[in-house]
Nanobody, 123 residues
Framework: QVQLVESGGGLVQAGGSLRLSCAAS????????MAWFRQAPGKEREFVAA????????RYADSVKGRFTISSDNAENTVYLQMNSLKPEDTAVYYC????????????????WGQGTQVTVSS
């Protein structure tokens, strides 16, 4: 069993920045892919960014490339999402997930989720 706890959400003006954190604990193995997804009201959960815990390979959705950066601190079992140049359309609940699947961009392939953290970007 893996537990994930997100933090760092909040309200920010367009053009601003936020950093989200996801602390992992439990029966956590280095083979996991860690990712951030987001879900806006009335929409499906969508992929944002992923990182391979063991190798550090990263992947991004086209909508956030060049603005968001995913990183990890293996010693602290924590994954971060640095979000810059935020836009109102980035407003959503952001979730951290963990999977052993290679389908890193599919929410249904994820085994564990955190409780989510709200990000609101005002125009």
């Amino acid at each position: 069993q893996v537990q994930l706890v997100e933090s760092g959400g909040g309200l920010v003006q367009a053009g601003g920045s936020l950093r989200l954190s996801c602390a992992a604990s439990g029966r956590f193995v280095s083979g996991y892919v860690m990712a951030w997804f987001r879900q806006a009201p009335g929409k499906e959960r969508e992929f944002v960014a992923a990182i391979n815990w063991s190798g550090g390979t990263t992947r991004y959705a086209d909508s956030v490339k060049g603005r968001f950066t995913i990183s990890s601190d293996n010693a602290e079992n924590t994954v971060y999402l640095q979000m810059n140049s935020l836009k109102p359309e980035d407003t959503a609940v952001y979730y951290c997930g963990a999977t052993l699947s290679s389908y890193y961009n599919l929410a249904r392939r994820y085994d564990y989720w955190g409780q989510g953290t709200q990000v609101t970007v005002s125009s």
